[in-house]
């Protein structure tokens, strides 16, 4: 079959001249002159479609690298564990108390990255005999991070060892506690460090000052693993493994740091990249009892891909720590129990199920405050909403919607019943380092707490100085806000007709994946393509079919459109033909596959002459 054809020259003038799209975007061409060039040799080196070329070349692909771009190689790009400040500090202490087979206590997050940092622990710590309970705090009542009480009630429940994931850089009194009582804490941890650290036998974190690894990309869960691979090294190095306990598989792990750097959102790039690569391979065999009982549970029967960690599986182990327990996560990707595992997986579906609803609400709250305030304010850098009816397990999820929606960064607030403080999630756009931000107002003491990377955080403040974190915010981003507004727009691959969309493409262009952050999904234009059938799917969803001149076509869908000036022209069907732009995704139904469009956007075509 011949490859599909990228249309450029006359074809790209026909949409990429869009400025008056359902969304008003400006649509611009991913790739300048010498990066289409550099694109066209990447194909020929490689013997793979220009398209495809195009693609590497767009998410940063060269003549030298383009044969580790097709085949991420895991041994190529894992560097020495032992780079990262602390490492081998922290895996000697863990080696010691597998060794003397001490009591260990995790003290995780509870989001997805927290509650895969925390399974990989136990699991590799159970592989080798060591008793090891998980701790993750509640959401609501605790907040993030250790606090002493706990750090305490680990110790009385006879930790001899305390080892935090995905948290701990910033939490100077809780660890000071464990430090009174003569108990090592090493932190394994990936959120922006300050100045000081504190003081404890080892802190693993790329993010802090001193640490030259260049390792700061990766999520917890990565970070977790280097790790295990330290401490294995230690190990083998004292010869453990020649006795009785045979030496754990560690790649089979991967599944697990897949899932984590999928839905921490952390750049697909490199080590991350190899991950996901490898993990998606591994959890296609299905030996994580958790996770197979989870995607029982969530109704996937088709081959994992990223979409399925990131909106799939990763919300439903958000929920517990949401609006349920938040230790459920990490039970269920811990649990070597099938029977418990799909008890904890439909418990799991269930409340995200409860999480959706409760959203909606919540959203359609927020988003009519925002977008008054918007209307009076259309430069306002940022956005802030906060009320005492929103429950603080869902602002974050409410403030990506809402960035994604106004385009700005967002924090949105859950208010105490005593109206005194509020806990609060924050979520930015591409260019704007919200996590540095927050660092910079709680140093002028403006804050209770805080911390995060550069697209998402979470603070508490008192609610007295509310107004004047929103000045402090406002005036600290307004040029950056308004700088990288002015430059946003669809990126876009190339030009596609229905026809040359099959499966057979799909593999092609994949081989350039796995695709999310910093690695971000192909998008195409559908120029001239008319909507034959369109309909209203579940209560936001815009379902339709796309026909190109030739009658092939392509089924497509726009997520949350009803009633919104993307799905109305798309539900006219006035029969004229439309520029449709999206990203490509496969669908399994019925044992039947087949390709859809994700639709971001579309517009009429301009009137020539």
Not at 266 to 294: E, I, S, T
Not at 355 to 378: N, S
Not at 408 to 425: K, V, Y
Request: glycine letters at 10%.
């Amino acid at each position: 079959m011949a490859e599909p054809k990228i249309q450029t020259e006359q074809g790209a003038q026909a949409f990429l001249g869009v400025t008056r799209s359902a969304k008003a975007y400006a649509w611009q061409e991913r790739l300048d002159e010498a990066g289409q060039a550099l694109g066209l040799a990447l194909s020929q080196i490689a013997g793979v479609p220009e398209i495809l070329g195009r693609v590497m070349a767009a998410r940063g692909a060269t003549i030298d690298d383009v044969g580790q771009w097709l085949n991420p190689s895991l041994k190529e790009l894992m560097p020495d564990p032992y780079s990262l400040q602390h490492m081998e500090l922290g895996a000697k202490r863990v080696a010691q108390a597998i060794e003397n087979k001490e009591q260990v206590a995790i003290f995780g997050d509870y989001d997805v990255d927290g509650a895969v940092s925390s399974a990989l622990m136990k699991l590799f710590l159970s592989h080798h005999g060591v008793a090891a309970d998980i701790y993750i705090p509640d959401r609501i009542f605790e907040g993030y991070g250790p606090n002493p009480e706990a750090i305490n009630q680990l110790i009385d429940n006879g930790a001899q060892l305390i080892v935090t994931v995905d948290c701990g850089t910033v939490s100077h009194d809780a660890l000071e506690e464990a430090t009174k009582r003569g108990i090592d804490v090493v932190v394994v941890d990936h959120h922006l460090a300050g100045e000081t650290l504190p003081s404890v036998t080892a802190i693993i974190n790329p993010n802090r000052q001193d640490d030259l690894s260049g390792l700061g990309d990766l999520c917890a869960g990565g970070v977790v693993f280097m790790l295990l691979v330290a401490i294995k090294r230690v190990l083998a190095g004292q010869s453990y493994y020649e006795a009785e306990i045979s030496a754990p598989d560690l790649m089979s792990y991967l599944d697990l740091v897949a899932l984590s750097t999928i839905c921490d959102v952390v750049p697909l790039k490199g080590l991350n990249r190899a991950f996901v690569n490898k993990g998606l391979a591994v959890m296609c065999k299905r030996h994580n009892v958790g996770l197979r009982a989870l995607a029982d549970a969530a109704g996937i029967n088709t081959r994992p891909t990223p979409y399925h960690l990131g909106f799939v599986l990763g919300p439903r182990i958000n929920a517990g720590g949401r609006i349920g327990s938040s230790e459920l996560g990490a039970k269920l990707l811990s649990c070597d129990d099938e029977f418990e595992a799909q008890k904890t997986a439909q418990l799991l579906d269930k409340l995200n199920g409860e999480r959706k609803e409760m959203e909606r609400v919540t959203l359609e709250e927020a988003t009519a405050r925002v977008a008054q305030e918007i209307e009076q304010d259309p430069d306002k850098a940022m956005i802030f909403a906060s009320s005492k009816d929103w429950h603080k397990g869902l602002v974050g999820l409410v403030a990506s919607r809402l960035t994604e929606k106004f385009r700005r960064p967002s924090c949105i607030l859950s208010i105490d019943e005593a109206g005194e403080t509020a806990t609060g999630s924050l979520r930015s756009i591409a260019g704007v380092d919200i996590g540095r931000c927050v660092q910079k107002c709680k140093t002028q003491g403006l804050l209770v707490k805080g911390g995060g990377h550069a697209m998402a955080a979470g603070l508490t403040l008192e609610m007295a100085k509310y107004d004047q974190v929103i000045a402090f915010f406002n005036d600290e981003l307004a040029e950056q806000v308004a700088s990288q507004r002015a430059q946003m727009g669809l990126k876009i691959d190339g030009a596609l007709t229905a026809n040359g969309i099959t499966p057979n493409f799909m593999d092609q262009l994949e081989r350039a994946g796995p695709f999310g952050s910093g690695n971000p999904t192909p998008r195409f234009v559908l120029p001239m393509h008319r909507v034959k059938f369109a309909k209203v799917e579940g209560q936001a969803h815009v379902k339709c079919t796309l026909e190109a001149s030739d009658q092939s076509r392509i089924s497509g869908i726009a997520f949350r459109a009803v009633e919104t000036e993307l799905g109305n022209l798309l539900l006219d069907r006035d029969g004229s033909p439309l520029h449709v732009v999206g990203q490509l995704r496969r669908n399994h139904w019925n044992g039947r596959e087949s390709i859809e469009i994700t639709i971001e956007d579309a517009a009429r075509p301009l009137k020539m002459g």
